[in-house]
């Protein structure tokens, strides 16, 4: 499977400090996406990075990924209250069965306390 | 602020009846996209269609989950008979693509409660 792996299942750090959250896969992916879902809200797309980039940048969100070790981050700086969420890594590629999809891990869930 | 949206926003019922959730995609998305999330196997795939073709349907239990798009502005799923097993959030996703799966737009979803 190429599900992605997020880690750690739950982080709580305080208002103003930075959030790393991490993402592992197994199989080759042609990019990798992060979103974030709200408690009892679908998920909201972040950012997407490609295969053949190894950084990426949105506003406070800054996305790597390493191919050589199947792995992505996401970092958050200068955290707020409103970041609090779930946060899902989604490697896309080919599943077992051939189609083209997104594959979704279990999700990183963040608490920022004011 | 175009989105998707999903009706009902909650559903519950007895074991054994059946269950119709709705979807509208974005307008001008080619593909949708049905999930199922729970707590123990976070967010699976069930189906997608793309162009209203069913693409991948292997994440569905074939013998009670059907899946429709009976035209562009409109998916369905359905189950039946229902199992307490298939209480979940289920998530309609659409998105534009060109020949590759890139950003999916998502639902509210629907949390079905099966007793």
């Known amino acids: 499977s190429q599900q992605g792996e997020e880690d750690p299942q739950a982080l709580s750090i305080q208002e103003g400090e930075n959030a790393t959250m991490n993402c592992s896969y197994k199989?080759?992916?042609?990019?990798l996406q992060w979103y974030r879902q709200n408690s009892g809200r679908g998920l909201v797309h972040l950012i997407l990075i490609r295969s053949n980039e190894r950084e990426k940048h949105s506003g406070r969100l800054r996305v790597t990924l390493d191919t050589s070790k199947k792995s992505s981050s996401l970092l958050i700086t200068a955290s707020r209250a409103a970041d609090t969420a779930s946060y899902f890594c989604?490697?896309?590629?080919?599943?077992?069965?051939?189609?083209?999809?997104?594959?979704f891990g279990k999700g990183t869930k963040l608490s920022v306390i004011p | 602020d175009a989105r998707v949206t999903q009706t009902p926003r909650h559903k519950v019922t007895e074991m054994g009846q059946e269950v119709t959730m709705r979807c509208q995609p974005i307008l001008g998305h080619n593909t949708v996209f049905w999930y199922r999330q729970t707590m123990m196997q976070g967010l699976e795939l069930l189906a997608y269609?793309?162009?209203?073709?069913?693409?991948?349907d292997s994440g569905m239990p074939k013998d009670r989950f059907s899946a429709e798009m009976p035209d562009a502005t409109l998916a369905t799923l359905k189950i039946q008979p229902s199992e307490p097993r298939d209480s979940a959030v289920y998530f309609c996703?659409?998105?534009?693509?060109?020949?590759?799966?890139?950003?999916?737009?998502f639902g509210p979803g629907t949390r079905l409660t099966v007793l």
């Open positions: 989604a490697t896309a590629g080919y599943s077992g069965a051939g189609s083209y999809q997104l594959t």
């Open positions: 996703a659409s998105g534009l693509y060109g020949g590759q799966a890139d950003t999916q737009y």
């Open positions: 269609f793309r162009n209203r073709a069913p693409l991948d």
């Open positions: 199989t080759s992916i042609n990019n």
